[in-house]
């Protein structure tokens, strides 16, 4: 199956929230209990990608968004800009197809060209599948965060990974956001 990748936009929200909301509401890999507002979701793409990357994926044939795909700031603090959380969610019909590979190796090229050092993803520790698909993508465990959270009726643990992007060998310049041009070139 072919999918074609580009950036999400607002009008968007309503299509990747109908991914989203199962897994708020049927699943324990968001630590969210309510699925957001539609408006929200909107809200939340305009905010991301105002300096980071909001991907998303459609089949190539049916033009269905297959899954989708950002990174956010790990932290608020200034000094953690060069460091970024990973975030993929894709429809399950989707899942086993190569496409989450395919969209975090181009969130992963696009942090470095935006001078992020660090990729992270934070996994809910009992989510083995994602756990095991980030290590195939060189992503090592830092570190977990035991029974931090309750929903679903149980205590969950997080674990946390992570992957340079870039050497830390000289101090950075400044992050600044990327380019339409620089996206559209690495999406192509």
Request: charged residues 20%; proline residues 5%; glycine residues 6%.
């Amino acid at each position: 199956m072919a999918y074609q990748i580009r950036t999400a936009t607002p009008a968007d929200a309503e299509r990747l929230l109908s991914i989203y909301a199962p897994f708020v509401t049927d699943t324990v890999v968001s630590f969210e209990f309510e699925v957001p507002s539609l408006d929200e979701f909107r809200r939340r793409i305009e905010a991301t990608g105002k300096d980071f990357a909001y991907l998303v994926a459609e089949d190539a044939d049916s033009g269905d968004i297959a899954g989708y795909a950002y990174y956010s700031t790990l932290r608020s603090r200034p000094a953690y800009q060069w460091a970024a959380e990973t975030s993929i969610y894709l429809n399950p019909a989707h899942q086993g197809r190569g496409l989450g590979s395919t969209l975090l190796h181009k969130l992963e090229e696009l942090m470095a060209a935006q001078g992020i050092a660090l990729a992270v993803a934070c996994i809910t520790s009992e989510n083995t599948g994602s756990i095991a698909f980030h290590e195939r993508l060189d992503y090592r465990i830092c570190g977990t965060f035991d029974n931090c959270a309750f929903k679903l009726g149980r205590w969950l643990s997080v674990t946390w990974m992570e992957k340079q992007l870039l050497p830390c060998d000289a101090a950075p310049q400044p992050r600044g956001p990327l380019s339409p041009e620089t996206i559209a070139s690495i999406l192509a």
